[in-house]
């Protein structure tokens, strides 16, 4: 019978084109419908060592949830998935799967890998279009409690984690939304902010109780929570924007990637005036660097009704960080690529606004530390490229808002909180860490899968006090 | 949601005064701290000086002049009404202790009411306080009381000589600066042109001058940049290092340009929010 059966290839998944999305900010893929998704999850071997699962942080059981996808249970799938990921529709779009779960997959070898974040997508999706998403029965209470700092995904793990085991959560965000850097940072057109809502609804209806505008460090300190906590988890992300400290950067019109996006997404400066927070809409715009952050920043200029987006990078396209598929659909929608190019000042007229940026060509070298060939500046090369609005993406750090007002929390020398890899457990009783402010900006489902470890952690210590 | 419980109106209704219940933000609140508001779901981030904070009560006051769409929002806000989100404190508190010679608090407009928790943080401390404050007119003073009794003097001075001396606040400022008393150190808040011509004044004499400054902010935490000045020639955040600077070493041509960063968003957003007024949409 099976050999009989035709080959069935990686389903695509429908998307808006580019002509029409790039001034839009609706989602740019549509997701699959039920047939697509069980065509596709027929294509998964079921294999007894499904080396997929070792690229998954969070060790999702796949072959488990996509038979069920497979059979059409949808359900069972879904719950399958949420055994190790409380963020299912997040991690099913915004995941690099190209190298993690799908790199391993056994398909890929000859073929095309299963397309596991599609179908983890899927279920998500299909779960929320079900209407009420089913409450657990809740344990008794422990009358243990603990404070996260933070909303991001790492923190949104660990209140689900603990409420679930009988704990009392509350969640301390500075900003006036909840979700991190899933809210304010990725765009409405990557990961849709409804979608975000609904998993932070969800943990207010299992208990989880969020204090929005509470910034820790200024409104309460870390040790003030310890105070009415049993414990506290620290998430607070890799907060500080990387500028390129050149002449004229402080021009109108040059904004830190921070900024921009938070302008953008959480003030939802797009839709202005209908909200009030303003926004630069560049015709020429250059965006400095060629990670996620960078294309997202781009895209987001194409869709404000910039004439051109320029990426200015000073490596070539292979060292470009950016997830390939970002780089592809920026592409599609008009992205130009400024490769082996650096800025050297910004230009601007006398009202303080910059119109231009004087750049130079840069050559290959020698490899450095990072492996990576170095861009070296090749004399004479400089010219003026026009633009009236600029992105600086080349990086975050980390804020120094908590580590600085609490006593006891170790920092390596980039400022990030030092903590054990396995536990989340820093070098101050009863505090645990992870994501971002740990490890420097990483991914997602990296933060969650510390959030989880962190939670494991948590439980045993509030459970038996180690 | 954070509840207004009073509500005065100042300066012929140009400045609008509001008590608000946060109690979690009275607890902390020092002279020199501010707060970020946002009125309503569609609302910006508008960053005010607290102008004062009572724990007990659990309430923070602050005093804003409506310049613009947000804070013309702010003033249709009723006692009873609240504002979706105050957040704070934020920026460091103003440093005050006991000085050896005098302070000089210098207050342009609504700076008044920046300048005067931190005119009251110094006497308290044991100083000697003189308080300077302008405005254009008599009826656009604010605090004017209120300062008389933070300060061992209070000169007042209008631009157009309705009230007290005919000239600006650094007419009166240098006075002191030639005076037979040593001036220990200036703190001035208001228009950005009023600050940087009070420490170009001061400069010359080596005194030490605090400036209070209002760049335009996101979130308040360090984490987007927007509010970066260049002081001494570096990148400082004003929201987390700041307000407060030392003026002999801010570049004030630069901050008034970013000022104006969005001049045309501001324009059409005020006019969409008075015609809105005028046929009734808002409340
Ligand atoms: C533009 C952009 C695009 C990205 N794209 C991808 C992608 O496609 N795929 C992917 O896997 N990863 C992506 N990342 C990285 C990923 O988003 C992060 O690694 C992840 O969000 C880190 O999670 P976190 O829980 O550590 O903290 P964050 O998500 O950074 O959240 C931290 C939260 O803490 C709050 N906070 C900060 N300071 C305080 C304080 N003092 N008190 C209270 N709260 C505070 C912040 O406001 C924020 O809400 C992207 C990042 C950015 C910026
Ligand atoms: C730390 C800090 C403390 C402040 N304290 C006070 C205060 O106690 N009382 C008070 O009245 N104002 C204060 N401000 C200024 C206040 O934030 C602005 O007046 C307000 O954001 C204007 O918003 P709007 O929408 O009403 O006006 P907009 O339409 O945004 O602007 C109208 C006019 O105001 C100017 N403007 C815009 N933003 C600012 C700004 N951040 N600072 C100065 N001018 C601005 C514009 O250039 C324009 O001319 C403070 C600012 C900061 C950063
Ligand atoms: S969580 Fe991410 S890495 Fe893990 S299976 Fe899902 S898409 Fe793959
Ligand atoms: S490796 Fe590929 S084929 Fe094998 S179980 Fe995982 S997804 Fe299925
Ligand atoms: S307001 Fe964003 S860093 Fe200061």
Redesign the pocket.
């Known amino acids: 019978m099976a050999d009989k059966k035709e080959k069935v290839s990686r389903q695509p998944m429908p998307e808006q084109s580019a002509e029409v999305r790039r001034r839009n900010f609706e989602e740019v893929p549509l997701g699959y419908t039920a047939e697509t998704a069980m065509l596709e999850a027929s294509r998964c071997l079921q294999c007894k060592n499904p080396a997929c699962v070792t690229g998954c942080p969070v060790e999702i059981d796949i072959p488990g949830f996509i038979s069920r996808i497979k059979e059409g249970d949808f359900a069972g799938a879904i719950a399958k998935l949420k055994e190790k990921t409380a963020l299912p529709a997040v991690c099913g779009r915004v995941c690099p799967q190209e190298l993690q779960c799908e790199s391993k997959c056994i398909l890929g070898k000859k073929d095309e890998p299963v397309a596991v974040g599609r179908l983890e997508r899927f279920a998500a999706d299909w779960e929320r279009t079900q209407g009420e998403v089913k409450v657990p029965v809740l344990p008794a209470k422990t009358g243990k409690s603990v404070g996260v700092v933070g909303s991001g995904p790492a923190s949104l793990t660990v209140a689900g984690d603990l409420i679930l085991k009988g704990h009392d959560v509350t969640v301390y965000e500075a900003f006036h939304k909840a979700g991190g850097v899933l809210v304010y940072g990725i765009p409405e057109f990557r990961l849709p902010k409804a979608i975000v809502q609904a998993e932070v609804d969800y943990l207010t209806k299992l208990g989880v109780n969020f204090e929005l505008n509470s910034v820790v460090g200024r409104t309460e300190t870390v040790d003030e929570l310890l105070e009415r906590h049993d414990a506290v988890f620290i998430a607070v992300g890799a907060g500080l924007p990387s500028f390129l400290n050149i002449p004229g950067e402080n021009l109108i019109g040059i904004y830190s990637a921070n900024e921009y996006l938070t302008r953008s997404n959480l003030m939802k400066a797009y839709l202005f005036p209908e909200y ?1 927070t303003p926004i630069v809409r560049g015709k020429n715009v250059a965006v400095l660097g060629a990670g996620n952050v960078a294309m997202d920043a781009a895209r987001t200029a194409m869709r404000l009704g910039a004439e051109n987006v320029r990426i200015v990078y000073r490596r070539s396209r292979e060292e470009m960080p950016a997830r390939a598929e970002e780089i592809h659909h920026g592409e599609q929608e008009g992205l130009e690529l400024y490769l082996l190019t650096a800025p050297v000042r910004f230009i601007g007229d006398d009202k303080g606004r910059v119109t231009s940026m004087e750049c130079i060509k840069m050559e290959l070298g020698e490899p450095d530390a990072s492996g990576r060939r170095r861009p070296v500046p090749i004399e004479g090369s400089n010219f003026e490229l026009e633009t009236d609005m600029v992105v600086i993406a080349v990086g975050a750090g980390a804020n120094p808002l908590i580590t600085s007002t609490t006593p006891g929390l170790e920092t390596n020398k980039w400022g990030y909180i030092t903590a054990d890899p396995a536990t989340g457990k820093t070098m101050k009783p009863r505090v645990w860490a992870g994501g971002d402010i740990v490890t420097g900006q990483a991914t997602v489902i990296l933060a969650m899968g510390a959030g989880r470890q962190a939670a494991n952690s948590m439980h045993d210590y509030l459970t038996w006090g180690w | 949601m954070f509840e207004i419980l009073e509500r005065e109106e100042m300066a012929q209704g140009t ?1 609008v005064k509001n008590v608000i219940k946060a109690p979690k933000i009275a607890a902390k609140a020092k002279p020199g701290q ?1 707060v970020i508001i946002r009125a309503n779901e569609t609302g ?1 981030r ?4 607290m ?1 004062d904070s009572d724990p007990e009560k659990g309430t923070v006051t ?13 003033k249709t806000f009723k006692v009873g009404d609240a504002f979706q989100d105050v957040l704070g404190p ?2 460091q508190p103003t440093h005050v202790d006991k000085v050896d010679g005098l302070v000089i608090c210098v207050g342009g407009g ?2 008044t ?2 300048v005067h928790p931190i005119t009251r943080g110094y006497k308290n401390a044991g100083n000697k306080v003189v308080a300077i404050i302008g405005s254009r007119n008599k009826d656009l003073l604010i605090l004017e009381k209120e300062m008389g009794r933070a300060s061992d003097e209070l000169k007042v001075c209008t631009d157009d000589g309705s009230y007290g001396h005919h000239g600006f606040v650094t007419d009166v400022l240098k006075q002191y600066l030639d005076g037979p008393e040593k001036v220990a150190v200036v703190v001035a808040a208001g228009p ?1 042109p009023m600050m940087k011509f009070v420490a170009k004044m001061t400069e010359p004499y080596g005194v030490k001058t605090l400036v ?6 996101i979130d308040g935490t360090g984490m987007c940049g927007g ?1 970066r000045v260049s002081v001494k020639g570096k990148n400082r955040f ?2 987390v290092e ?2 407060e600077f030392d003026g002999h070493e801010v570049d004030f041509d630069e901050l008034t340009q970013r ?2 960063a ?2 045309e ?3 059409q ?2 006019q969409e929010f008075e015609h809105k007024c005028k046929i009734g949409l808002d409340k």
């Open positions: 009030d | 400045v501010f910006e508008i960053p005010l000086t102008a602050i005093i804003y002049q409506v310049v613009g769409k947000s804070t013309a929002l702010f934020l920026g609504t700076g009411a920046v950005v209070s400054l209002n760049s335009i902010m509010c004003t929201c700041g307000p000022l104006s969005y001049r968003h501001e324009g957003a005020m």
